[in-house]
């Protein structure tokens, strides 16, 4: 199974709240925040990392070189400057193995590192499902995406606006098999341009996705996001 991880945004809101460092390097727990992720990601048994940064960053890439090494996880990196998550993910699809199950997320999703590596276990274990999704219903998101449920989890749709008995909102990480690489081009080619569109056409073209809950998933978008971040992992480290 392949990771992918989205780093190219330009994290205007933290630079309009005085956040000189590019988002992916401001520092939780002590770590970049992109350092820690790929941590997190190699401890789930992440092999192979694709990331895709922005040209506008030079120093993101460059700390992502000097993280090079001849042992796993191997980083392949894409440095593009994208008008969105879902033209960075068709970025990142150019150079992964369409034939193999993989991972996406982005630089700025904080979680337990315990809950994400149950998701990807419980995905690789689960030959029925055409995808996880990672939700929670801790709603901090200015625009979140809610995910609508049967009883078992099971995704029947991905809302703008909740339904009486939504439970969920979407956390931002996919798990998926290779098929929804093709239902990407799709999306491409009808000119959607959003990842809600994306996760949309998985449901609409019968891909079996199931919800699977995480206690909470910080956005961290903004310095009050960080703060709570790193709240919450001083918690993390000390249960």
Request: charged share 25%; glycine share 6%.
């Given at each position: 199974?392949d990771?992918?991880?989205?780093?190219?945004?330009?994290?205007?809101?933290?630079?309009?709240?005085?956040?000189?460092?590019?988002?992916?390097?401001?520092?939780?727990?002590?770590?970049?925040?992109?350092?820690?992720?790929?941590d997190?990601?190699?401890?789930?048994?992440?092999?192979?990392?694709y990331i895709?940064?922005?040209e506008?960053m030079?120093?993101?890439?460059?700390?992502?070189?000097s993280?090079?090494?001849?042992?796993?996880?191997?980083?392949?990196?894409?440095?593009?400057?994208?008008?969105?998550?879902?033209?960075?993910?068709r970025?990142?699809a150019?150079?992964?193995?369409?034939?193999?199950?993989?991972?996406l997320l982005?630089?700025?999703?904080?979680?337990?590192?315990?809950?994400?590596?149950?998701?990807?276990?419980?995905?690789?274990?689960?030959?029925e499902?055409?995808g996880?999704?990672?939700v929670?219903s801790?709603?901090?998101?200015e625009?979140?995406?809610?995910?609508?449920?049967e009883p078992?989890?099971?995704?029947t749709?991905f809302l703008?606006?909740?339904?009486?008995?939504?439970?969920?909102?979407s956390?931002?990480?996919?798990a998926?098999?290779?098929?929804?690489?093709?239902?990407?081009d799709?999306?491409a080619?009808?000119?959607?341009?959003?990842?809600?569109?994306?996760?949309r056409?998985?449901?609409?073209?019968?891909?079996r996705?199931?919800a699977?809950?995480?206690s909470?998933?910080?956005?961290?978008?903004?310095s009050?996001?960080l703060r709570?971040?790193?709240?919450?992992?001083s918690?993390e480290?000390?249960?």
């Open positions: 199974m990771f992918a991880i989205i780093a190219a945004g330009q994290g205007s809101r933290l630079k309009s709240e005085g956040q000189d460092l590019p988002k992916p390097l401001v520092r939780l727990g002590g770590r970049p925040m992109i350092g820690r992720l790929i997190v990601l190699s401890l789930a048994g992440a092999r192979t990392i895709i940064v922005n506008e030079p120093e993101v890439a460059d700390y992502l070189r993280r090079q090494t001849d042992s796993a996880p191997q980083l392949r990196l894409t440095v593009r400057s994208t008008a969105g998550s879902m033209e960075s993910f970025e990142l150019r150079s992964m193995d369409r034939t193999r199950p993989f991972c982005t630089v700025d999703s904080i979680f337990r590192p315990e809950e994400f590596r149950e998701f990807i276990a419980r995905f690789e274990a689960d030959p499902a055409d996880y999704m990672a929670t801790y709603v901090a998101d625009k979140p995406l809610y995910v609508a449920t078992e989890n099971d995704i749709g703008d606006h909740p339904l009486p008995d939504t439970r969920y909102i956390g931002g990480i996919y998926l098999r290779p098929e929804a690489f093709g239902l990407l799709d999306c080619a009808a000119g959607k341009t959003r990842m809600r569109d994306y996760q056409s998985l449901v609409a073209a019968g891909m996705l199931k699977w809950p995480f909470k998933i910080i956005d961290a978008d903004h009050s996001d709570e971040a790193e709240i919450f992992l918690k480290n000390q249960s």
